[in-house]
C-alpha cells in the first residue's frame, strides 16, 4: 500500500498478496494478445501458490482486460514472477498495449 496515501509507514504484505492488473489492449492486438497470455494463465493456474488468476474481458470496452491475481504468498508471488512463461508473457506485452498497464494491489478487508 502506497505509504503516501495511509500517511503512514507502508503496511507488510497480506498473507495472501493480492493485485489487479488493468490492459489496454491495442483493437488490432486483442486477438494476439489472448493468444501470447494464455499459455501463461493455463501454466500459471497449475502453480500451487496460486489462489486466482482470472482474466476479465470489460463488457463495454473489449479492448480492455482486468488480470485479477491472488497467491498463497509472497514466496508464490516470486515464484510466479520467475517463471519463464510469466517472463515471456510480460515481454510481449509492450507491443500490444495502446497504454501502459495499471497495477493496484488489495488487501483483504472483510
Known sequence: INAEYMGSKPEPMAAEPCYTLILHVRDDKIEEFLAVFQPCLEATRREPGVVQYDLWRDANSPSRF??????KSREALIA???AD???AA???LAGLLAEPYT??????HC
Open 80 to 82: 510466479h514472477m520467475q
Open 90 to 92: 510480460l515481454s510481449s
Open 66 to 71: 482486468n488480470l485479477i491475481q491472488r497467491y
Open 103 to 108: 497495477q493496484s494491489d488489495f488487501v483483504f
Open 85 to 87: 512463461y510469466t517472463r
